[in-house]
C-alpha cells in the first residue's frame, strides 16, 4: 500500500482501506486478511487493522493465530468491546467455554446494547449448564432488542395493522440476524394477528429454540396453542412460565384456565387455593376457584368463593349468575336488593346481562314470573347485541346435510372410516337432558365421562373452510370427495384429539357436545361404530329453558325466542330426515320417558349402547366425577319431576317461540309427517 504525503490523503486512503476489509471479511476473508496485513505494514499495530486480522483468521479457521492475537489486543484495548466479543467467539470454537463466558461478559458490560454478545452469551451459559443465567441473558437480549429503531418501527406498523410493512421490516432483520429473538417473536405475533396460525406457532418456537427464557414468547404461544386443537402442549408452555416465574399470578391463572380446558380441575383448585392462601385477593381469583369447585361437586366451597368475589366486586355479574345457575341456590330478598342496587355498575354489557339472568332466576323461583320474564327479556337483548348469530349458514347446513346423507349415499362408503367403537356422542340441544345421559352412562365401569368437546366441531369446520377458501362449491362436494383412506384419517384423528381427556383407561368414552348434530352424518362416515345418542326434551321447554341461559361460549342461538325455535325446527328436521336414511344409527332418549321411567329407560339405553346394565346408573347422583355444564348441580341429585312443566308458568310470554316451532311442538315427542327444515 503507498504511503500518501499529505496527512488528509493518509486519513482517506487508511478509511477506504479499512471499509474494503471490513466489506471482504463476509464475502472473502483470505482477501480480508491480505488487506489487513498491508495496512499493519503500512501502519503497524493499528488496533483496527489487528482486529480485522484477527476476524479474518477466525473465519478461515485459524483459531490459534487468532487468539494470539486477541488476546495480546484486550490487554491493549481493555475497553474495546468489539475484541472481547472477537476474543470470545475463538474461546468458544475452541471450546473454551469459561474463557468465552468471561470475554462474554466483559463485551456486555462493554456494551450492553449489543444483541449478537447477549445471544452468544445466553448459548454459552447454557452449553456450561447455567441454565438459569442463560435465561438471565436471554431476557437481556430482548431488553435491549426493543429499544432498536427497526424493531420499534415494525411493532408501530403491525399496531397501525400495515402487516406488510411489518413483514418487510421484520424478515430483513431477520436475515441480518437470525438469533434475533425479539424480531422473531415480533414476527410470530404479526402472523398471529392475521389469523395465521401456524407461521405464528412456527416462528414463536423458532424464538424459544433460541431464547428458552423469552417469557413474553412463550405466553403468546400457549394463547396461540389453546386456540385449536394443542391444548395440552399450550399446558405443558404454560408449567414451564409457572416453573421459571412462581410468583407470576398471570402465568398462574394461565395454567390452571388450561386445566379446566382439559379436565384437570383438581389441579386447577389447588393453583387458586395456592393464590388466595397467599393473599391474591381479586374477585376473578375466587369467581375461578368458584367454578372449580362447583364443576367438583364442592357446592359449598362454590357459594363461599362466588359470595366473597361478590364481596369484593358486588357488580360482578358473573358471580352473581353463577350463584343462580347452580339451581340448587336460591337468591333470596337481600341479593335482589344488592343486584338492583348494582345493575347500572356493570363493566361492560356481558355483565350487565348475566346480572339479569340472576334476577331473572331470583324472580321465578319466588313465583313472580312477569318479572322474571322482563329480566331474562333484558338480559338476552344484552347479549343478542353482542354475538354474530348466522341463522341462515345453520339452517342452510341442516338442509344441506339432509340432502347429502342418503341412503345411497352411506351405502357406498359403507365399511369404510376408523372402525374403532370407542366414542359415545350424545348429540341435541342445550337444556335436553343430556347432562342427566352422560351422568348415567359415566356411572358405567366401561364408559368415562369427559366434557363437551370441540373436536368434531373443529374437524367440521375445518372441511368447510376448503368452501370458504374456494376450493370446494360446497360442503357436500367436500365430503364426496373425501377418499376412504380420508375417512379413517379423520376418524383416528378425531380419537387422537379426544385421547388427552381420557384419563381413566375405560373402553368407552363420552363426547357431550351438543351441538354435534350438525355432524350426524360425518360421524357415521368416518366413526362408523360410535355410538350416536339424540337426547330430546319437550321443544318449549327445552327452547325456553335455554333461552333463559347464560352461555361462556357458543349457543348463540338461544338469545332470542324465535331463532332459539327455528334452530329447534332445523334440528328436529335434519335428524328426522336421517332416522328416515339410516333407521337405528340415531337411538333417541325422550327426556319425559327418562323421568317417568327411569330403570326401563335406563336398561335400553345400555343395551343399544352395548354394555351390561349396571346398578350404578340408577345411582348416577352418587357419581362424584366433575361436571361442567348448567345441570352440574342436577345431577347429584335422584331425578326429580318438577322441572318437566315448569315453563308452563311463563307461557303467555312466548308465542314467538311457539309461532317458530310450529307443529314440532303439537307433534312431540313425534315428528310431524312433512317437516321442511327452511
Known amino acids: 500500500m503507498a504511503r500518501p504525503d499529505a496527512a488528509g490523503e493518509a486519513t482517506v486512503s487508511l478509511d477506504a482501506a479499512f471499509a474494503h476489509a471490513a466489506a471482504m471479511l463476509g464475502r472473502d476473508p483470505r482477501l480480508a486478511l491480505g488487506q489487513a496485513r498491508e495496512i499493519l505494514r503500512a501502519v503497524p499495530g493499528h488496533p483496527q487493522a489487528v482486529l480485522i486480522e484477527a476476524q479474518a483468521l477466525r473465519a478461515l479457521g485459524d483459531l490459534p493465530a487468532a487468539r494470539a492475537l486477541l488476546v495480546k489486543l484486550a490487554r491493549e484495548q481493555p475497553r474495546s468491546a468489539m475484541t472481547a466479543f472477537e476474543l470470545a467467539m475463538v474461546h468458544g470454537g475452541l471450546g473454551e467455554i469459561g474463557l468465552a463466558i468471561a470475554a462474554l461478559e466483559r463485551t456486555v458490560a462493554l456494551k450492553p446494547d449489543l444483541l449478537p454478545a447477549w445471544h452468544a452469551l445466553a448459548g454459552a451459559r447454557r452449553e456450561a449448564g447455567r441454565e438459569a443465567e442463560a435465561r438471565d441473558a436471554d431476557a437481556k437480549a430482548v431488553e435491549a432488542a426493543t429499544r432498536d429503531p427497526v424493531l420499534v418501527k415494525a411493532a408501530l406498523?403491525?399496531?397501525?395493522?400495515?402487516?406488510?410493512?411489518?413483514?418487510?421490516?421484520?424478515?430483513?432483520?431477520?436475515?441480518?440476524?437470525?438469533?434475533?429473538?425479539?424480531?422473531?417473536?415480533?414476527?410470530?405475533?404479526?402472523?398471529?394477528?392475521?389469523?395465521?396460525?401456524?407461521?405464528?406457532?412456527?416462528?414463536?418456537?423458532?424464538?424459544?429454540?433460541?431464547?428458552?427464557?423469552?417469557?413474553?414468547?412463550?405466553?403468546?404461544?400457549?394463547?396461540?396453542?389453546?386456540?385449536?386443537?394443542?391444548?395440552?402442549?399450550?399446558?405443558?408452555?404454560?408449567?414451564?412460565?409457572?416453573?421459571?416465574?412462581?410468583?407470576?399470578?398471570?402465568?398462574?391463572?394461565?395454567?390452571?384456565?388450561?386445566?379446566?380446558?382439559?379436565?384437570?380441575?383438581?389441579?386447577a383448585a389447588d393453583i387458586y387455593r395456592e393464590l388466595v392462601g397467599r393473599g391474591v385477593d381479586s374477585p376473578r381469583v375466587w369467581l375461578n376457584l368458584g367454578h372449580v369447585e362447583k364443576t367438583l361437586g364442592n357446592q359449598a366451597d362454590a357459594i363461599a368463593a362466588y359470595r366473597k368475589a361478590l364481596a369484593r366486586d358486588p357488580a360482578l355479574g358473573e358471580a352473581w349468575w353463577s350463584l343462580a345457575n347452580l339451581k340448587t341456590v336460591r337468591l333470596d330478598a337481600d341479593d335482589v336488593a344488592a343486584m338492583t342496587a348494582v345493575e347500572g355498575n356493570a363493566e361492560d354489557d356481558e355483565q350487565a346481562s348475566q346480572l339479569h339472568f340472576a334476577l331473572g332466576k331470583a324472580y321465578e323461583d319466588a313465583g313472580d314470573a312477569e318479572t322474571a320474564f322482563d329480566h331474562y327479556a333484558r338480559a338476552n337483548a344484552l347479549r343478542r347485541k353482542e354475538i354474530d348469530y348466522e341463522e341462515a349458514r345453520i339452517i342452510g347446513g341442516a338442509a344441506e346435510h339432509a340432502t347429502l346423507f342418503t341412503a345411497p349415499f352411506l351405502a357406498s362408503r359403507a365399511g369404510q372410516g376408523c372402525a374403532a367403537n370407542d366414542a359415545i356422542f350424545i348429540v341435541g340441544l342445550p337444556r335436553a337432558g343430556s347432562t342427566l345421559v352422560e351422568q348415567i352412562l359415566s356411572s358405567h365401569s366401561a364408559i368415562e365421562g369427559t366434557m363437551e368437546l370441540p373436536d368434531m366441531m373443529m374437524i367440521g369446520d375445518r372441511l368447510h373452510s376448503r368452501v370458504e377458501e374456494g376450493e370446494f362449491a360446497s360442503f357436500s362436494e367436500v365430503v364426496r370427495s373425501l377418499a376412504p383412506a380420508d375417512l379413517k384419517r379423520l376418524g383416528e384423528e378425531y380419537l387422537d384429539r379426544t385421547r388427552v381427556h381420557r384419563k381413566e383407561g375405560r373402553a368407552r368414552f363420552i363426547d357431550k357436545m351438543p351441538n354435534n348434530w350438525m355432524y350426524t352424518g360425518l360421524?357415521?362416515?368416518?366413526?362408523?361404530?360410535?355410538?350416536?345418542?339424540?337426547?330430546?326434551?319437550?321443544?318449549?321447554?327445552?327452547?325456553?329453558?335455554?333461552?333463559?341461559?347464560?352461555?361462556?361460549?357458543?349457543?348463540?342461538?338461544?338469545?332470542?325466542?324465535?331463532?332459539?325455535?327455528?334452530?329447534?325446527?332445523?334440528?328436529?328436521?335434519?335428524?328426522?330426515?336421517?332416522?328416515?336414511?339410516?333407521?337405528?344409527?340415531?337411538?333417541?332418549?325422550?327426556?319425559?320417558?327418562?323421568?317417568?321411567?327411569?330403570?326401563?329407560?335406563?336398561?335400553?339405553?345400555?343395551?343399544?349402547?352395548?354394555v351390561p346394565f349396571e346398578e350404578e346408573c340408577l345411582a348416577f347422583y352418587r357419581n362424584r366425577r366433575a361436571v361442567r355444564t348448567a345441570s352440574s348441580e342436577q345431577v347429584r341429585q335422584p331425578i326429580f319431576t318438577d322441572g318437566v312443566d315448569h315453563w308452563r308458568q311463563f307461557e303467555p310470554f312466548l308465542g314467538p317461540l311457539r309461532e317458530a316451532l310450529g307443529a314440532v311442538e303439537t307433534a312431540y315427542p313425534e315428528v310431524p309427517a312433512e317437516l321442511a327444515i327452511a
Open 523 to 610: 360421524i357415521r362416515l368416518i366413526l362408523p361404530n360410535a355410538t350416536v345418542i339424540d337426547a330430546r326434551r319437550h321443544p318449549m321447554g327445552c327452547c325456553f329453558s335455554g333461552w333463559k341461559q347464560f352461555f361462556a361460549r357458543g349457543q348463540l342461538f338461544t338469545y332470542d325466542l324465535a331463532e332459539i325455535g327455528r334452530y329447534y325446527r332445523a334440528y328436529v328436521a335434519q335428524m328426522a330426515a336421517f332416522d328416515r336414511e339410516a333407521p337405528g344409527a340415531v337411538y333417541r332418549v325422550i327426556y319425559e320417558r327418562m323421568v317417568a321411567d327411569t330403570e326401563g329407560e335406563v336398561r335400553r339405553l345400555l343395551d343399544h349402547v352395548g
Open 157 to 267: 406498523a403491525m399496531h397501525d395493522s400495515d402487516f406488510a410493512a411489518a413483514e418487510a421490516l421484520l424478515d430483513a432483520r431477520i436475515q441480518q440476524m437470525p438469533r434475533d429473538a425479539a424480531a422473531l417473536r415480533l414476527r410470530g405475533e404479526v402472523a398471529w394477528r392475521q389469523a395465521q396460525l401456524d407461521p405464528a406457532v412456527a416462528w414463536l418456537k423458532r424464538t424459544l429454540a433460541i431464547a428458552p427464557g423469552f417469557a413474553a414468547a412463550r405466553e403468546l404461544l400457549v394463547r396461540i396453542l389453546q386456540m385449536g386443537p394443542d391444548v395440552a402442549e399450550a399446558l405443558a408452555h404454560a408449567s414451564m412460565l409457572v416453573d421459571e416465574e412462581p410468583g407470576n399470578v398471570g402465568h398462574a391463572l394461565l395454567k390452571a384456565s388450561l386445566q379446566v380446558r382439559l379436565g384437570e380441575q383438581d389441579h
